[in-house]
């Protein structure tokens, strides 16, 4: 299946309409293919990016920035290292967004993610990212009690207002020369929990899991809520939401990497100094060889010792 039509399946253009339980997070969009064969796939999707990103790079038009959001153990860390890891890392910045700090309290919840936008040329990878503000802060009020935000200010309508300015901000961006990813990796309960178990299992992975993970596993109905509204007011033409069935890792990291490459392709990416420079081009050529050629000939005269 072409990238195109496999990324258009989770595409949510109807935002609208949209409802989380239609998407199967155990979903592989009917491919036919096994792990093993999807892993050949990725890693030729991989050279391509790596074309594409070179390309990205040189151009200095574009930027594209890429928004990972999922519940824990959703795969987040998996995408950028098995998606991207043929990507020069001059050309790619990855930022991973934990609890703000003292700083980033005392600014505006979008202030962390700006600051951290990728330049042009470049691609950005948000492991987490301004979204958390109505996730996580929403599922959790007490968060944002400790926002510093004046008491007028926090009234029922403050995630319709965040959304809002979410959209807003996005389109900025894509006006602006961003194209703007975003990706929900969907993982059905059942399997977090046997992803958990697997880092308690497994001391090599035991470091990603914390205490408070099986805490918030209880609020997961309050999650997908809050996931459900955040898409259907912040999945916009400029800047739509893509839901990856994450269940299978190998089917999330096809799904990412098919978007990715659509975005890049329809870009048309070019090598600066093409055809448009032949005339400067052939004058630069000239005088290099011709610095060459006399550089042969005084080593021909030199007298030998």
């Not at 030729?44 to 574009?62: F, G, I, P, T, V």
């Not at 029922?156 to 996005?170: P, S």
């Not at 194209?179 to 929990?193: A, D, N, T």
Request: with cysteine; proline share 5%.
């Amino acid at each position: 299946m072409k990238p195109d039509k496999l990324v258009k399946r989770y595409r949510i253009t109807r935002p609208a309409n949209f409802k989380l339980s239609d998407f199967d997070p155990a979903d592989t969009g009917g491919l036919g293919i096994g792990k093993d064969e999807a892993k050949k796939i990725i890693a030729e999707h991989s050279r391509r990016l790596a074309r594409l990103q070179e390309k990205l790079y040189a151009e200095d038009k574009w930027a594209v920035l890429m928004i990972l959001q999922g519940m824990d153990a959703a795969g987040k860390d998996g995408i950028v290292e098995h998606v991207l890891y043929g990507v020069n890392p001059l050309g790619c910045d990855v930022h991973s967004f934990k609890a703000p700090n003292s700083e980033e309290l005392d600014h505006d919840f979008l202030w962390r993610g700006a600051r951290r936008l990728p330049e042009r040329g470049r691609i950005g990878i948000f492991n987490r990212s301004h979204y958390e503000e109505c996730l996580v802060v929403r599922v959790h009020p007490e968060i944002l009690a400790r926002q510093k935000l004046p008491p007028r200010l926090v009234t029922r309508n403050i995630w319709k207002e965040r959304f809002d300015d979410i959209c807003a901000f996005e389109r900025h961006l894509v006006r602006s020369g961003t194209v703007v990813l975003k990706f929900h990796l969907r993982i059905s309960r059942e399997e977090q929990r046997r992803r958990f178990l697997e880092r308690l299992e497994n001391p090599a992975k035991r470091w990603k899991f914390a205490m408070g993970d099986v805490a918030e596993r209880k609020l997961w109905n309050r999650y997908m809520a809050a996931y459900q509204d955040m898409i259907r007011n912040t999945s916009t033409p400029d800047a739509p939401w893509i839901v990856v069935p994450a269940d299978h890792k190998w089917f999330s990291r096809l799904v990412v990497a098919a978007a990715l490459i659509e975005a890049l392709e329809k870009l048309d990416l070019k090598f600066p100094l093409s055809g448009e420079h032949s005339a400067e081009l052939k004058k630069a050529k000239a005088a290099l060889d011709a610095e060459g050629g006399a550089q042969a000939a005084t080593r021909r005269t030199k007298p030998r010792a």
